[in-house]
């Protein structure tokens, strides 16, 4: 989410990427499976950037982390009236955990265990200079911006849902809830200090909905330790985000990180047990497309065997796409095939 333009699963494996089931930690440099590491976020201990920083706890391969994450606004939008000039900055982080064994070249693995809303109320909205039907930095127009205004979402943690209610009239309806981290990356390369409300190749503000319980992220390393942030908790969005916020809520997060040694990735990628998904972050939204799909058939040549050419065919018939968001500054597309179209993979 960015409101504001600042100017336990059993997987089928994929060889030499995935840790399935059980295999997760075991295969995972250094495995100390079962050790659960615990670290509270606080609005005197979150970040603003994703970058190279003392980290706020060590994690070994295999260990699960239980923390929680603020929302979006740092927790301070509570009441009607409340406005974002009250926020000190756009997605405050929870972070960075140092993963121990991880280096540049390798890659790590984080299968999400558990996500939780840790609120009876989420918060969203919209404001001048940012949004899918805004004008921007990036879209300048000469009309008067959309202004600035708040939603928020009471909670039903009975139901599962959320509910609208419009402003203009008495509209209200409920929406299933669905949570994920709209914010999860590692520290970028080269020594670069990146804003939380960038995604890129490195992770970050991806608002990507496959950031949940169920599916297995894997994210490049680029510096010692990889420094793992999190945060932009989401209890339900639409595609595109088109608004630029979700349901936005603090939450509750259980994971589990593993390191996979001497394999690295450019890009994020994501993997459940039906399907394996690449992401492409970028502007414009085409080259962002053609980023998630050269990923998904390098992912299917070098694991599955399958050539690029005959890949790039077989996608053109059985992919499917998401776009998560098209309004933060870079655009996210996740492309993905289900792997009973795929070769087994390669042993």
């Avoid at 089931?21 to 994703?50: D, I, L």
């Avoid at 009607?80 to 390798?106: Q, R």
């Avoid at 908790?233 to 589990?256: C, F, T, Y």
Wanted: hydrophobic fraction near 40%; proline fraction near 7%; include cysteine.
């Amino acid at each position: 989410m960015r409101i504001r333009l600042v100017t336990a699963l059993s997987l089928v494996c994929i060889a030499g990427f995935v840790m399935p089931g059980a295999a997760f930690a075991q295969n995972a440099a250094g495995s100390e499976s079962g050790r659960v590491v615990k670290y509270r976020g606080t609005t005197e201990n979150v970040k603003y950037v994703y970058g190279t920083m003392p980290a706020v706890e060590h994690l070994h391969p295999g260990d699960i982390l239980e923390t929680n994450t603020l929302d979006a606004f740092g927790d301070v939008i509570q009441k009607p009236g409340d406005t974002l000039s009250m926020t000190k900055g756009d997605n405050p982080l929870t972070g960075p955990f140092y993963i121990d064994g991880a280096e540049p070249g390798d890659t790590i693995a984080i299968k999400i265990l558990s996500l939780e809303v840790n609120s009876n109320q989420g918060a969203g909205g919209f404001a001048p200079g940012f949004g899918a039907l805004n004008s921007t930095d990036y879209t300048p127009m000469l009309n008067p911006a959309i202004p600035e205004r708040l939603y928020f979402y009471p909670i039903d943690h009975t139901s599962h849902t959320g509910s609208f209610h419009a402003q203009d009239s008495k509209f209200t309806v409920s929406i299933p809830l669905h949570e994920f981290l709209g914010c999860i990356g590692v520290a970028p390369a080269g020594g670069e200090a990146r804003s939380s409300v960038v995604p890129a190749e490195f992770g970050g503000n991806m608002d990507s909905s496959e950031v949940s319980v169920g599916n297995i992220l894997y994210l490049p390393v680029n510096v010692a330790g990889a420094l793992l942030f999190m945060g932009d908790g989401h209890a339900a969005m639409g595609d595109g985000e088109v608004s630029g916020s979700a349901i936005e809520v603090p939450l509750n997060v259980r994971m589990q990180v593993s390191v996979i040694k001497h394999k690295a990735t450019k890009w994020p990628r994501f993997e459940n047990e039906n399907e394996i998904m690449a992401a492409g972050i970028y502007r414009p939204l085409d080259d962002c497309l053609r980023i998630a799909f050269t990923e998904l058939v390098k992912w299917m040549h070098d694991d599955y065997g399958l050539s690029e050419l005959d890949s790039y065919e077989l996608l053109s018939k059985v992919a499917t796409i998401h776009l998560p968001e098209m309004v933060d500054p870079n655009y996210v597309v996740i492309a993905k095939i289900n792997k009973k179209f795929l070769p087994p993979k390669k042993q």
